[in-house]
């Protein structure tokens, strides 16, 4: 953990069970998010001085008058309830506006479980594929689960959960027949193969990898049979959202729920209420046969109202002293492609998102930066929500200036818990709606359960077959983090960067950077020669996140500055959206997942600048692949010439 401040994006849900496990960095003291600022930030120029401080997370009202906050914090856990709703921004006026759908047949849509009998065993009294189940399959087996087990001085048993309360969940599916689904990824990257840059459909996909329909519907029905609630259908079936009363959950998974007091991973705040049990689950066999597990078990999401917004757009620069867009597209030469027309037009590119932006915050950053370009579309994915959280509003703010003429799209849950974030960077992938994905909500891989970095990785897996460069903050604790370690997700970490006069003066390894050899999964081919030891390797590249060399952000009317690989990210992604839009108009594919590349051609890897000195408490930088920086920090014309 970071000795610096961190604000509230450090959200870290639940550790899995076998945390006695773990490696000796210790979830004692994990990260669980990606951006941080210096214990005090001012602005300058006119702007308004502030000193940032951690603060207990919970979202205030905008006054009309002034169009700020009522707070500066956000909370652990916004919202609850069950709609699926698309959410537009008026671009003339800013005013939110939303479409709300219930529909149990699309991604996204809502079902209404009832119990199908009174069988408390199979619960296939009237009929179903429950029925069919021969008694041996109803046998308890172990499976792994997303709920995490008391351990002091990390998360500190209660006791019992009120039976009457109410719990939110996710269950998860396997990729069918993923052992040809890699072989068909690596040939689509292998530039000397046929089928180079022939990315799959969702119907492709759909056909040979998904998770058959009965399986889904069986599972979705034994849920039910347990008084289990599905809320939101997976488009790809490989996830089902649920809930349910804490009684009916603790007889359906032949558990006890407790109440932990979770350690805050953000330094100086107070612990929170989560969900823990004493035992590992086991489920029927014919549940943990199809699926991948209990991925995650929270509580509930808080019902509210989103707040509106006040103030006004102004054009108000914050002047020097921190990064703004144009020195960024300076430093890692978005000017070029800018200037042989390419600026994002034509692609879009999306954000995986908790809770939503500030949108007056977000035309008022473009306005002082003189940007010009289309408010996002906001696609709200589970519960409503109800608050404004700051990790949202810089990924927006940065993505959508580096790429000004992308199409943006926030894929929007409710909160910065793991049911929300999985459940939403699944689904924004299987829509296939863009070809860029950004998620800084970077997790701790050591404090993160088995089965949720398995289904960031099947998620991730499948993006990649069809064409999306899934993105992803490598996190600010200088240890690997979750997705980040899914050989299919590009892993950006953090650098120091200094300019002068636009020019680049030096560029060192950040001693946070999230990096080091994942605890899940195997070296991928790629990476095969390149590092020392047998498991995935993280970063692939960086770009600067330096608090000290941080970047300004306007949120909730104020100028500030923060620093983070929160950063790197989006603006990584906005370089990807902008070298798409360059491979558009020479008739190229986009990009796609871009590291198996950077790793075997070498025309590839000089186009990036290497960065050798500085380092974190584990790795040093050094000449050509490092931990903490990758390959170093791209440059956007010349990678964009050298990919094939």
């Not at 009457?164 to 027949?177: H, K, M, N, S, Y």
């Not at 990315?199 to 009965?214: E, G, K």
């Not at 600026?343 to 008022?364: E, F, N, P, R």
Request: glycine residues 10%; hydrophobic residues 35%.
């Amino acid at each position: 953990m970071s000795s610096r401040a961190s604000i509230g994006l450090r959200l870290s849900p639940p550790v899995f069970a076998l945390l006695a496990q773990i490696a000796l960095v210790g979830c004692a003291d994990d990260s669980a998010g990606s951006v941080t600022e210096p214990a005090s930030t001012s602005t300058t120029s006119g702007s308004s001085s502030t000193t940032i401080e951690p603060t207990p997370t919970t979202t205030g009202v905008d006054p009309t008058t002034t169009g700020a906050e009522s707070s500066s914090t956000e909370p652990i856990d916004p919202d609850t309830s069950i709609t699926s709703s698309t959410t537009g921004v008026d671009p003339t006026t800013g005013d939110i506006t939303t479409t709300t759908t219930t529909d149990a047949t699309t991604s996204g849509g809502t079902t209404s479980g009832t119990t199908t009998g009174d069988d408390s065993t199979t619960g296939c009294e009237g009929g179903g594929q429950l029925c069919e189940i021969p008694p041996e399959e109803m046998v308890p087996t172990e499976k792994p689960d997303g709920v995490p087990m008391p351990l002091p001085g990390v998360y500190d048993d209660q006791g019992e959960a009120p039976l009457e309360g109410d719990v939110r969940a996710l269950i998860g599916f396997p990729t069918r027949d993923r052992d040809v689904l890699e072989a068909t990824v690596a040939d689509i990257y292998n530039p000397a193969n046929p089928a180079f840059g022939e990315y799959l459909t969702v119907d492709d996909w759909m056909a040979a990898h998904s998770p058959s329909q009965a399986d889904y519907d069986l599972i979705k029905e034994w849920l039910v049979s347990g008084k289990m609630t599905p809320t939101f259908d997976s488009s790809n079936r490989m996830i089902i959202a649920f809930t349910g009363g804490v009684a009916d959950f603790n007889e359906a998974f032949k558990t006890t729920l407790h109440i932990c007091l979770r350690k805050n991973p953000q330094q100086g705040l107070p612990p929170f209420e989560v969900y823990c049990t004493l035992e590992a689950f086991t489920l029927p066999k014919f549940v943990a046969d199809r699926t991948t597990g209990l991925l995650t078990a929270d509580l509930p999401a808080d019902i509210g109202k989103l707040p509106a917004e006040g103030g006004a757009v102004v054009d108000a620069p914050p002047g020097g002293g921190s990064f703004d867009p144009e020195e960024i597209a300076a430093a890692y030469e978005f000017d070029d492609l800018y200037a042989a027309g390419s600026d994002g037009t034509g692609v879009k590119l999306g954000i995986v998102a908790a809770a939503t932006y500030h949108s007056k915050d977000l035309q008022t950053f473009w306005k002082s930066f003189d940007i010009v370009r289309d408010l996002p579309t906001r696609v709200q994915m589970m519960e409503p929500v109800v608050t404004r959280i700051t990790e949202t509003i810089l990924d927006t703010q940065w993505s959508s200036s580096m790429a000004p003429g992308a199409d943006v799209i926030t894929y929007e849950g409710p909160d910065a818990r793991n049911t929300a974030l999985l459940y939403v960077f699944n689904e924004a992938i299987a829509r296939n709606e863009v070809s860029v994905l950004t998620d800084s909500f970077a997790h701790r891989e050591d404090s993160e359960p088995l089965p949720l970095r398995h289904q960031y990785d099947e998620a991730a897996l499948m993006g990649a077959a069809l064409g999306i460069t899934v993105i992803s903050a490598s996190g600010d604790s200088a240890r690997p983090d979750i997705p980040c370690t899914s050989a299919y997700v590009v892993c950006v970490g953090g650098t120091s960067l200094t300019t002068l006069g636009g020019n680049v003066i030096s560029e060192t390894a950040w001693d946070e950077s999230g990096s080091g050899d994942a605890k899940t999964f195997d070296r991928p081919q790629w990476q095969t020669g390149i590092v020392p030891n047998n498991k995935r390797a993280t970063v692939d590249l960086a770009l600067n996140a330096d608090p000290a060399n941080g970047y300004w952000v306007r949120r909730f009317g104020n100028w500030e500055s923060y620093g983070g690989t929160s950063f790197s990210a989006p603006i990584f992604a906005g370089m990807v959206a902008v070298i798409n839009s360059y491979r558009i108009a020479n008739g190229d594919p986009v990009v796609g997942l871009l590291s198996p590349l950077v790793y075997t051609d070498p025309a590839i890897r000089a186009t990036f600048r290497d960065v050798t000195l500085g380092g974190t408490d584990l790795f040093q930088a050094k000449a050509g692949w490092d931990y903490p920086t990758g390959w170093g920090a791209p440059r956007a014309k010349k990678l964009a010439d050298a990919l094939p």
